[in-house]
């Protein structure tokens, strides 16, 4: 029996050996290819899982790497690093989202289009707003300030319609209409809640 506690206590002393790092941050998020964002003093950078500093707290804000890359913020303006913490997109964009399904909205003189993975503008920069995209939608707004949805062509699925519209996730998104939320499904007819 005390050798199985001897064992314990040694574990526990490793387990907390490996992660006493994290007190040297503020702010540590979760692990994704490999990288976490971390934070400290207003500033961000990217620990590996021994939570050695691989990407320098030098960003004014980053997101969590998704698809091998990472969007980040210095000097007011948008790039993004890959999972080895390069540089590989200058800083050009006034806003820019994580990659969804192969793009990532960006924002360039006031409106919102979508780049590829090599950064090449796949849908014209023609959106007042847009949200990236899921299970081959993303909602897109105009400059009257309604949602629709538009495929991975940039043809508009759905009319500017809605008030508000959110992500599709298993076949539904939230969207709000004349001030009243409901669920659509991917023909854009109401549904109930997890309605199939």
């Known amino acids: 029996m005390k050798k199985y506690f001897i064992l314990f206590m040694l574990f526990i002393a490793l387990d907390t050996t490996a992660q006493s790092w994290t007190k040297d941050y503020d702010y540590v998020d979760e692990f994704a290819f490999g990288l976490a964002k971390v934070s400290k003093g207003n500033k961000y950078g990217y620990v590996n899982k021994q939570g050695v500093l691989v990407v320098p707290l030098i960003y004014d804000e980053a997101m969590t790497l998704r698809e091998g890359k990472a969007t980040?913020?210095?000097?007011?303006?948008?790039?993004?690093?890959?999972?080895?913490?390069?540089?590989?997109?200058?800083?050009?964009y006034e806003d820019a989202g994580c990659f969804r399904e192969g793009l990532a909205v960006v924002r360039v003189h006031g409106k919102y289009g979508f780049v590829d993975h090599n950064f090449a503008l796949v849908i014209p920069y023609q959106f007042e707003n847009a949200r990236g995209f899921a299970e081959g939608l993303a909602p897109v707004s105009n400059s009257k300030g309604l949602w629709g949805y538009?495929?991975?062509?940039?043809?508009?699925?759905f009319e500017y319609q809605y008030n508000f519209a959110d992500f599709?996730?298993?076949?539904q998104a939230r969207v709000m209409k004349n001030g009243n939320l409901m669920m659509i499904d991917k023909k854009g007819k109401e549904v109930k809640e997890n309605e199939q």
């Open 72 to 92: 980040v913020q210095k000097g007011g303006k948008w790039g993004y690093i890959d999972s080895t913490g390069k540089e590989v997109e200058e800083f050009k």
């Open 150 to 157: 538009i495929n991975k062509s940039g043809k508009l699925v």
């Open 168 to 171: 599709f996730v298993e076949g």
